[in-house]
């Protein structure tokens, strides 16, 4: 059995990642992110989604980009609504 880097669990379904060659082992995808996933420059949280670049500094959105100073960037949301039928029709339910 492998073990855990970050909370040190002994664990038969351990997972590896490898990062410019050197090996991680984890249990799960928290230790995982709490490991590997790079830091809010803004409000220090862990960044597991695209977040935004401005030079060397890493944001998880574009509003604590901005509240650092960094003027025009905006997080990639589209403004038209995807088309979800699925969705609809179990929104439509739970409202009846």
């Known amino acids: 059995m492998n073990k855990c880097e970050v909370c040190g669990n002994e664990y038969d379904q351990t997972f590896d990642v490898v990062i410019d060659g050197e090996r991680h082992v984890f249990d799960c995808f928290e230790c995982a992110i709490t490991a590997l996933a790079p830091v809010c420059g803004h409000c220090g949280c862990k960044i597991i989604g695209h977040g935004v670049e401005a030079g060397q500094h890493i944001y998880c959105c574009a509003s604590c980009a901005e509240q650092e100073g960094v003027q025009g960037l ?20 739970s409202a009846e």
Do not use: G
């Not at 905006?74 to 339910?93: C, F, G, Q, T």
């Open 74 to 93: 905006r997080d990639h949301v589209r403004a038209a609504i995807i088309h979800r039928p699925y969705h609809e029709a179990v929104l439509s339910k």
